[in-house]
């Protein structure tokens, strides 16, 4: 079995999150963290994406640390590519993967020293396929397909899940009026694919750790611009989807990653022709992850000059030239309309 984290070092780290996130009612709304976003910057020596870049980062003690890039290529390009920020912010030169490559827009994460990326076949191949790595994307094993009932039109997306064996987990849309979330485990193998009771999307839904449960975010069908969560707990999932973030809504898939107290960050593109990208924060203790009150209001991101698909972002501690360190938010997207090249702004949290 792949995965090399230890319940003891996740659980770990999750209760130092727990222990820094303030606690609030679930009616009173918790104050909003100011995020200084640094001015974009295309990142250098990438050819850029017709689609949206994934990223995840490595924790802080890791062997590996560092913020992770992957993306398939401009236009017609179907290889998926790779790249590494380092701890200084410094990026390094894109690596064509070794992989069959993909017509979406690929996933990626990190679980402690090791990292998984899923992404759907080329053209009309709709299996979803899979590598890990263990040495910061150095090498990769073979692609493989993730078994026969994991197939999907669009961008699968992949996170880790607490608890006994610390395995990925993975989510997916079917293929074409399909419109269902399946999701699968890892135990060496996938399991077969399993729909997400009451998710249905035209949209990649988002695996996540989310405040304090793991689940499924995704936006709503059709004309349906809500961000909606599921939430897998020791017993099943919860009855009923809920709708999270009452003021957000986007066209396409939200990004989430951990704030600067432990509780989640979440930003997203705008509704139909609105290419600005937003952003908020939630409180893990502030009631239930399943109240909207408990989001802060949307706020616009003003380091973003637009973008056309779903932005990344991944936590990170960046490292001054003095030696010392600030928390961050590392945001990457590509650009508005048909502007295929691929930028990045740090935001540095409180």
């Not at 974009?40 to 020596?45: F, L, T």
């Not at 064509?96 to 979406?104: I, Q, Y």
């Not at 690929?106 to 299996?127: E, H, N």
């Not at 938010?329 to 935001?347: H, N, T």
Request: net charge negative; glycine share 14%; hydrophobic share 35%.
């Amino acid at each position: 079995m792949r995965w090399k984290g230890t319940v003891a070092t996740i659980c770990g780290a999750l209760a130092v999150m727990a222990a820094l996130a303030p606690t609030s009612s679930a009616t009173a709304r918790p104050a909003q963290d100011t995020v200084s976003w640094g001015a974009q910057a295309p990142i250098p020596g990438v050819g850029g994406s017709s689609d949206a870049p994934a990223i995840t980062s490595c924790d802080n003690n890791s062997s590996y640390a560092g913020t992770y890039l992957m993306w398939k290529g401009a236009g017609s390009d179907q290889h998926l590519y790779f790249n590494k920020m380092d701890r200084q912010g410094n990026w390094g030169n894109q690596v064509p993967l070794p992989f069959g490559g993909s017509s979406t827009a690929p996933s990626i994460t990190c679980g402690y020293d090791q990292l998984i990326a899923v992404w759907k076949g080329v053209g009309s191949d709709s299996r979803i396929f899979y590598s890990f790595s263990d040495n910061g994307g150095a090498t990769w094993t073979a692609q493989a397909p993730a078994g026969e009932t994991a197939r999907t039109d669009i961008t699968p997306t992949v996170d880790w899940l607490p608890g006994a064996g610390i395995r990925p987990y993975l989510v997916w849309k079917g293929v074409g009026s399909d419109n269902r979330v399946y999701s699968s485990e890892w135990f060496g193998y996938w399991t077969s694919g399993a729909a997400v009771p009451g998710a249905v999307t035209d949209t990649p839904p988002r695996a996540t750790y989310h405040l304090g449960g793991f689940g499924v975010v995704w936006k709503g069908y059709g004309s349906d611009p809500k961000f909606w969560f599921q939430r897998l707990g020791e017993d099943g999932w919860l009855s009923a989807p809920v709708v999270i973030v009452a003021d957000g809504g986007s066209s396409t898939t939200p990004a989430l990653t951990w704030g600067p107290h432990g509780q989640q960050f979440m930003t997203w593109k705008g509704v139909g022709s609105d290419q600005r990208v937003y952003y908020t924060t939630a409180v893990e203790h502030c009631g239930d992850a399943t109240h909207p009150e408990c989001w802060n209001p949307q706020q616009v991101n003003p380091a973003v000059g637009g973008t056309s698909s779903a932005p990344g972002v991944a936590a990170q501690q960046i490292i001054r030239p003095d030696g010392s360190a600030y928390s961050a938010e590392v945001l990457v997207w590509k650009g508005a309309s048909g502007d295929q090249r691929l930028f990045y702004s740090i935001g540095a949290l409180p």
